[in-house]
């Protein structure tokens, strides 16, 4: 099993919509690392975006970072312009790929807003850009989806008024890129995975879809043993997917009952990076309301976690040679303000 190590608040909220979450991370060559973040909107070029993506780099292993820089909004008057969230970071080929959440469901009439999204991604030569968005045939400025939900597959068709797709994580593995994404159509999410040939440069256009990767619906209803109308059912969170080269292994980590102080940091392995078996989970038992008796304790994760981040090279692959970090949104233990969106982030020190 992973461990976390001693860690820092690298971002700290001063309230309600003011956070930087969901972290996509690639260790450079060089030591230097790089990270992008889930920002607020009003962050952005134009009024009215929910989120937009912020780039920061590190020389020293997380302590000490770059300038705060927007640098991926959604394009005004197409499909991604409420918002670009979620982001899954890749570098491979000369090119940096960033993929993302967004909807076209901007207003809160029909009580849509937010919800019933799609997976989108842009590609660039640097990690804060200019980006080239995925247009449906090819590289351009009109972005469409690369995986749409409600798109009458037996793999992504389900039912209007869910949160829908995103929040993915990429992999390259010999020829064979992978993209793993969340599926919530409003039971307990599940993580997806389709795959595209790297040696094609138009591979968003391209994929295969392999159905459920990571179960997280068999976590919640048989190991965990809740029923459907449980608060807890529904809250098993986003997998950001790494290859382990020691190992031959692909790990797959999110959190479990998300901004509680029963929060977990749940772990799966595959070999074929297409089906993952649970390994298990941690805790940090002494802050728990539900400290699970199956789960390891770890007294260095804080509670109220969720939008797990890990760090790995541009391929997603990690090298157990080097220090290995992971970050997520937190709900700080004292914060007397548990609104959505008053998060800070931490970042950790990650031990296989």
Known sequence: MPDTGDGLTIYTT???YKYRYGPSIIMNDDGTIDAWFSSPGTLGSRSGMADVFTWR??????????????????TKNKEDAWSVCDPGAAHFDGYYYIAYTSTTNTTSDGGLQ??????????GTSPSGPWQKWSGTGWGNDPKPIIKYMDGSTHNDGPSGKWGIGEPSIVVKDDTIYIYYTYDAGSTPLTKVATASRSN??????????????????LASEH???????GLYKMYDSCDVKYVEDYDLFYAFHSSWRITASSRLSVWTSADGLTFTYLGSL???????IPWGYDVDDPDLIPFIHNVGVSGDGLGHVNLSKTQYVSFGYSPVDATDRSHGAWSTYWSTLTY
């Open 114 to 123: 937010g919800l019933e999204n799609n997976c989108y991604i842009a590609r």
């Open 224 to 230: 965990d043993g809740l029923t459907s109308d449980q």
């Open 201 to 218: 440069p138009n591979w968003p256009g391209a994929l295969t879809f392999h159905g459920v990767a990571v179960n997280k619906e068999w």
């Open 14 to 16: 001063t309230g309600n």
């Open 57 to 74: 780099r590190s020389s020293d292993g997380g302590q000490t970072w770059t300038a705060e820089q927007v640098v991926l909004e959604g």
């Open 283 to 289: 805790q940090n038992k002494s802050f728990a309301s």
